[in-house]
């Protein structure tokens, strides 16, 4: 089992910077793909950014392609979410995801679907004032 829990939240003007963290532990030699996701008021959720553990492949939503950055530290067993140039619509919950299907990114490739995202942190609020 793999227990999620994010950290760095808050709020910031716009153009500025905010960096995320997702501290993971349990079983987390299972972990495939690490992923973070956004979820605003009143909209569905959405994928952000996704990197497969194994090394190689990183995707990241259109939206943020440019101004977002995922990175993991293995020896701290931490993901990040590198913000910059922040704007409004990036206002949203953001959740860490993970998924432990055995090479996932090997059988499945690396997208930004949850669906197949099975461990989930609690989330961190991110608002971005004009």
């Known amino acids: 089992q793999v227990h999620l829990v994010e950290s760095g939240g808050g709020s910031v003007q716009a153009g500025g910077s905010l960096r995320l963290s997702c501290a993971v532990s349990?079983?987390?030699?299972?972990?495939?793909?690490m992923a973070w996701f956004r979820q605003a008021r009143g909209q569905e959720r959405e994928g952000v950014a996704s990197?497969?553990?194994?090394?190689?492949?990183?995707r990241y939503d259109d939206y943020v392609n440019g101004r977002f950055t995922i990175s993991q530290d293995n020896a701290k067993n931490t993901v990040y979410l590198q913000m910059n140039s922040l704007k409004p619509e990036d206002t949203a919950m953001y959740y860490c995801?993970?998924?432990?299907?055995?090479?996932?990114?090997?059988?499945?490739?690396?997208?930004?679907?949850?669906?197949?995202?099975?461990?989930w942190g609690q989330g961190t609020q991110v608002t971005v004032f004009s």
């Open positions: 995801a993970a998924d432990v299907r055995p090479r996932a990114c090997y059988w499945y490739g690396n997208d930004l679907r949850s669906a197949p995202f099975g461990s």
């Open positions: 349990g079983a987390t030699s299972s972990i495939s793909r």
């Open positions: 990197l497969c553990t194994g090394g190689g492949s990183i």
